[in-house]
């Protein structure tokens, strides 16, 4: 007994030690980051210790409180537009992608197959291709240089990885419970959406956060589309700190910084349904 | 449920919340520009005091991301979407010409002309029809720390008789050494060139020879130090461990207060005096400009004397106007007068279109040269070969009626075939009972059509085109052939698709191993239901999944940085010579393979979190009782029901690292030479650094695609079927 319970320890030990390692890799390149943000000079120093000598608050102040020329608040604006075309984005993906998975976990239908295969070559196109003939799409629809546009873009681009979580997470509740409602004199549409959905509310928040994360991290798309600045949204602010000649890296680590605050945020709020959202129903013991 | 339409309202209605607009009594005149912060605010002042002089009129300055710059130009203009003035370098006039982005200004306003030099002006003329004004310049000079040097040395020689003089650990001078734009200032002092005014290629001969030779010799006797990037020769300067620098008016926005240095120009070498390639900015008439007569008068006011002045006093801009440069708080500027002098040594970039696509195969030669890797000789005419590959001649139009017969019968045939399916009379009642699904699935269908399928179909078409930017015309499947032909090479030369083709699926099984063995390594770890501190080792395990992937590839090119970055200075620690971790394949595709599993394994520790949550816990129990050790209970119950439930998002993961754009492009950016190149960075350069062959572009994103499909289906045959299981 006392042998076992010695080896129990070591065990314990040993992943503990495993978990701190591979915790330390995690942090280091954000502490470097962090580091970067937080030296008076704002530039990169070869040191093994992501620890700066002296701690200053000048490039988180540059980013925050930054005005363009006009005297309005750049950050501001742009955080503002950043968070409701991210938050936009999260509510119309899911709102597309929630009947269409129910639709294909529940319903035998002509069509099912053949669609779920062009989704999942949605994914296997570079988007590299796409970014003109989208330009000339939203130019038709006038939705150029417009939250809506930019929206109904990223949304419809999060949809397929959308229907695909969802799509397993419907298959994963029961579908006796809906079939007791429906005995219950509800419609199919009824059980859908009194049944269904609040069972699938796990998996609605996490892949309402990956359409958030889609849109609130996207650069490319956001620099074709947008022209005028009260329109930018946040990477376009951070971008504006590397420019041909000179990068303020200082600046440009305080705005990563400032950017990734919030999906750490929902991450840390969503931490449980992350793990069951991306993976239920896929295992039938 | 009502707390969430309310939201979503709320949401909508921000959306569609009005931006301040001109009032519709103003003109009103949109100006472009990428300048970062200090000559954006000199500029501004420049246009508050056009608007004071014009009443009436309203311009709007727009800073573009620099990085956007270029496309979005090239799609905003034509569509009616773009401004009515850009500014932007001269060297690419011809593609805005031929672009047909820009229009005719007219003749030189008088007051222009007197006061800015000939050949500055004609920097914009093409065909004898000009499209703007020059407003400022860009060259590199001499930066001496006044500290350190009391008198600049005046030539090459001279500082590699101050490297014995210096104190240990000070570099007489830093530049980029590998960059082709600084080692020109060479190159033309030996009286070659990079580009000729027919477009040839001429990085190659004696004077290229004698040109690398001496910057060979310089890094070698430690006069300049090693791969020298901008930031390191930023960093150097300004802490005094470099005594000289050449560089830009942008070095000195970067160097701190108390630094005590002069600007003077470029050294001599040889005997001849350096002279660095000069970029005329200039302010461009866009075409299809709303107000023409107004946007011309502002064009001709930022080139004036008064419109140059502010540009110069506060965005401290090497002007082209000889008035301001004779003003008495410029001219005792020593940093514009410095600039101002050197620029007039300089040589003039040349418009030639082919202009922008000789500096990479340059830069890759002259770095294999100066690594010692290939003799100067080889590594020159290897860039040459290079620059041929990349700039080859457009394909000859084809006319497309047989293969526009050959589409229209495939849909005919599609055509027929599925009237014959739906006229089957089983496959109509089976239509009719679908009918309630299709209700659900309509709007997303829909959706998914015209905003992500249509694109990608009308995108995938491009790849049946060939020609630069908007000039497109059709060559039917000549792409294709071209691309897996290796353009009549050998198969596996150097850039050949095939080549990048097997480093693609290198990258892409290595890192779904790492991602996988170290993600279902860390969560059995945190499986365990009495680990301490649980909670805590998970979140801090998934922040590299928060962190937007851009800023992670830009941290991680940082921390490989050879001289500042963090994983030399570990290794240092450890008594490991510091490595250039760019210079050759196998590190530098370890660094972006670094890069890409610190991003990817917390996905695949979630997933099979969530997998083994779910494994039945009453299994284990069973096999306790059966006497199992836990070694078996692995092997025999985790291992097997793990399998199919990680299956989905291993697929999914492969698609993702297959086409992982942004870690190979920021991290490696290919280096060295572009062996570390996968496909789909391979076309965004073949679309934007290569002279915008978008046709060339699409046709290897359909060869991806293709490839894909054909991966996946090969491999769900004996797997479930991709993206959830049934």
Known sequence: MKQSSTRAVLVEVAIHFVLLVAVCAALYPILWVVSLALAPSGAPDARALPIPDSISFHSFASVLFRQNSSGTWVFAVQLFNSVVISLATSFVAVAIATPASYALARFRFVGSKAGTSLLLFTQMFPGVAASVPLYLLLDSLHLLDTRSGLILVYATSAVPFAIFQLRSAFEAIPREIEEAAMVDGATQFGAFLRVALPAARPALAVTGLFAFMT???????????????????????????????????????AGAILV??????????LQRQLAGGLTSGSVKG | MKRWFALAAALASLCLLPSP???????????????GEAEARGLHE????????????NVTEVAVPFGAYASKLESAIPTGNGPDVFIVAHDGIRTYVDGELVASIGPIPTAVSDDVERGYLDAFRVDNVLYGLPIALKCTALYVNEALLATPPASLEEFRALAPVLAPGVSPLAFETDSAYYAAAVLHAFGGELLDATGHYTFTGPSAERTVAVLRDLVQQDVVPQDASGALVTQLFASGRAAAAISGPWLATDLPAGLRYRVVPLPTVGGHRMRSFVSVEGALLARGARDAATSRDLIAFLAS????????????????????????????????SAFRAAASHSVLMPTHRKMRAAFEPANRALRKALEGEMPIRVALAEGAHRFEMITRETMPAQNPTVFLVVVGLLFLVLTIVSIRKIADAGMRARIRRSWPAYRYVLHAALAIALLVILPLLVGAATSFFAGHGRDMHFVGVANYVDILTAQGGPIFAHGSFWLVLLVTVLWTVLNLLLHVSIGVALALALHRPMLKMRGAYRVLLILPWAVPSYVTALAWKGMFHRQLGSVNAILSHLGVEPVSWFAHFSTAFAANLATNTWLGFPFMMVVTLGALASIPNDLYEAASVDGATSWQRFRFITLPLLGPALAPAVAMGAVWTFNMFNVVFLVSGGEPDGTTEILVS?????????????????????????LLVGGNRLLSRNTEPVGGTR
Do not use: K
């Open chain 2, 305 to 336: 004397p008064s419109g140059a002045l502010p540009r110069a006093l506060i965005g401290r801009q090497t002007v082209t106007s000889n008035a301001v440069q004779a003003d008495a708080r410029v001219a005792n500027d020593s940093l514009l």
């Open chain 2, 682 to 706: 391979e076309a965004y350069r073949w679309a934007f650094t290569r002279s915008q062959q978008y046709g060339y572009a699409a046709a290897y994103a359909v060869l991806i695609f293709l």
């Open chain 2, 21 to 35: 607009q001109a009032s519709a009594d103003e003109t009103s005149v949109t100006l472009w520009h990428a300048y």
């Open chain 1, 260 to 269: 990734s605050i919030p999906v750490c945020v929902l991450f840390y709020a």
């Open chain 1, 215 to 253: 849109a609130w991290n996207e650069f490319i798309l956001a620099a074709t589309f947008l022209s005028r600045e009260e329109m930018f949204t946040v990477p376009l602010l951070l971008n504006s700190y590397v420019s041909e000649y000179s990068a303020a890296w200082g600046n440009f680590a």
């Open chain 2, 46 to 57: 420049a246009i508050t005091a056009f608007e004071a002089a014009h009443p009436g009129v």
